[in-house]
């Protein structure tokens, strides 16, 4: 009962955390990868020591490469992204990274991709969130056609597409700020992680709700409220526990992976936890609000 009893408390919460992701998405913007803007990405790797940032940009200036981001990576790596680029030219940028070979160095990653294809990916990533929320819903909604009373069942979908938001909006607000300050990129798989995080979220909602439907028929209380707080009790430590296993596995990813791997395993996270927050939180003490906001009318 403590979640429903408190649940101004996290509604103020949670609109804090999304209210500064919105900030930061509107501020700082979205820093796109390759995989949105079109560009390529190359990444290298010293067998020695990797020579000082600003020798490369130097190295870089008389060549028709001037305009390439260069990023150091790890102790001896360096990305660098630019304009798109063939094999020919990218033979004769790791030898202008080589420093006309005095610096030895073999070539980790290399990819390349057009503004066309760039641009249609970008609308299809879009397309595929919208669908898979509607989905979503729709399927919640129908799955809870038979619990009428005191919710109705399509109020279950729009409470879940509000935590869906939710789980969206602040990872993004996250990496919208640390695009900003530590050049972190949104990529392909920022926006599988994405529909990872809403399949996992939603997972979690559904769990409660059907808590919340099969007491409602066993009528284990005559008040929704005390109904929702001992699903809720119910579910819990199952929530908590299965999540914290999940994070626990993608922090090892995150510190022990690949520098591939890094963000996507940090978006995972994140949006892991902020899915488990808005399930226990948000969207089943919503249910209450709702019920008691109709009842006043």
Do not use: C
Request: glycine share 6%; aromatic share 10%.
């Amino acid at each position: 009962m403590f979640v429903v009893k408190y649940r101004k408390v996290f509604y103020i919460v949670a609109g804090l955390m999304v209210g500064l992701s919105l900030v930061s998405i509107f501020t700082y913007g979205l820093n796109l990868g390759i995989d949105f803007t079109g560009g390529s990405i190359l990444e290298v790797s010293y067998v020695n020591n990797r020579p000082d940032i600003d020798t490369l940009k130097t190295a870089l200036v008389d060549t028709e490469f001037k305009s390439a981001q260069v990023q150091p990576a790890g102790d001896k790596s360096v990305i660098l992204r630019l304009e798109p680029i063939n094999e020919a030219q990218k033979t004769e940028l790791a030898k202008t990274l080589s420093l006309k070979e005095t610096a030895p160095l073999k070539i980790d990653r290399f990819s390349s991709i057009g503004p066309t294809i760039s641009g249609e990916l970008a609308k299809r990533s879009l397309i595929a969130i919208a669908v898979v929320v509607l989905l979503i819903v729709l399927f919640i909604a129908f799955v809870f056609r038979g619990v009428s009373e005191p919710v109705s069942s399509w109020k279950y979908g729009i409470i879940a597409l509000i935590a869906l938001m939710h789980d969206i909006i602040i990872p993004t607000g996250i990496f919208s700020a640390l695009g900003h300050f530590r050049g972190i990129e949104i990529d392909a798989l920022y926006l599988t992680a994405i529909l990872t995080i809403l399949g996992i979220s939603i997972h979690d909602t559904i769990v409660v709700f059907d808590r919340i439907r099969e007491n409602l028929k066993n009528k284990i209380s005559s008040h929704f409220e005390e109904t929702v707080g001992r699903s809720l009790s119910q579910t819990f430590a199952r929530s908590i526990n299965t999540s914290l296993t999940v994070i626990i596995v993608l922090l090892a990813v995150y510190f022990f992976g690949g520098s591939t791997t890094k963000n996507f395993a940090l978006a995972l996270t994140v949006g892991i936890a902020v899915g488990t927050y808005s399930s226990i939180f948000v969207a089943s003490p919503l249910l209450v609000t709702w019920e008691k906001w109709q009842n006043k009318k």
